[in-house]
């Protein structure tokens, strides 16, 4: 096992969890989904001496997207989202940013690919697109620590809804089932919603797949 470190803000109208990891000898850190106020979650970083290197996206949700633009341009850190994603996050009407009364769109400054490999501030990950939440939603898989970011595809013995724009439930199924459980039992999830969990319990526990 590696020295990641997982933390956690949970913030905005759907108390989204914003995480941000790190080694644990490094202040470097890459954040994921900021859900609102931007500059209330640099600041928050800033306090603790932490410098984001990148902004990583597991779908383009209204709450996973409103502290989007702030971030990126207190922190100066490009984001990253999945190729198959990058129309929502752009549109209100598909990002449903328009329906709830604050419209936003963002356009990610780089578009993994399904597969794809990165490291930022000396942390190597892997992208997992896993369609069904959305179309282009995905997760993000450290293998060395044997950590999940699922964004809003797999949560504690629930899976996300998928009646939203370019939703569906037999995709979201499938990716949990084919991209999500051939993981190592031990692996820990870190949902956009609610509580942490493991591969291993919800193979046994989510009524969902």
């Given at each position: ?9 949970t913030l905005g109208?759907?108390?989204?969890n914003?995480?941000y ?7 470097e ?7 609102d106020?931007?500059s ?8 603790k ?13 209204f709450d996973?997207?409103?502290g989007?633009?702030?971030l990126?341009?207190r ?11 990058e129309?929502l996050c752009?549109?209100?009407a598909l990002n449903v940013?328009?329906?709830v ?6 356009t ?12 930022f501030a000396?942390?190597?990950g892997?992208v ?5 939440h ?15 970011i699922?964004g809003?595809?797999l949560?504690q013995?629930s ?7 370019t939703?569906?439930?037999s995709?979201?199924v499938?990716s949990v089932k084919e991209?999500?459980?051939t993981?190592?039992?031990e ?6 919603h609610g509580?942490m ?9 989510n009524a969902?797949?």
């Amino acid at each position: 096992m590696g020295n990641l470190k997982v933390e956690c803000l949970t913030l905005g109208v759907c108390q989204t969890n914003c995480y941000y990891i790190h080694r644990e000898d490094s202040r470097e850190v890459i954040f994921f989904d900021p859900a609102d106020k931007g500059s209330f979650l640099y600041e928050t970083l800033q306090e603790k001496e932490f410098q984001i290197k990148a902004i990583l996206l597991t779908h383009g949700h209204f709450d996973h997207i409103w502290g989007v633009e702030e971030l990126r341009e207190r922190s100066g850190a490009e984001v990253y989202a999945y190729e198959g994603e990058e129309k929502l996050c752009q549109d209100p009407a598909l990002n449903v940013s328009a329906a709830v009364g604050r419209s936003c769109g963002i356009t990610p400054d780089h578009l993994f690919r399904d597969g794809e490999e990165f490291e930022f501030a000396g942390i190597r990950g892997r992208v997992i697109a896993t369609p069904g939440h959305t179309g282009g939603s995905c997760c993000y898989y450290f293998e060395e620590d044997q950590i999940l970011i699922s964004g809003d595809t797999l949560f504690q013995e629930s899976v996300g809804r998928t009646d939203f724009p370019t939703g569906s439930m037999s995709a979201l199924v499938r990716s949990v089932k084919e991209k999500l459980f051939t993981l190592p039992d031990e692996t820990r999830v870190y949902p956009g919603h609610g509580m942490m969990t493991t591969i291993g319990y919800e193979k046994e526990n989510n009524a969902f797949v």
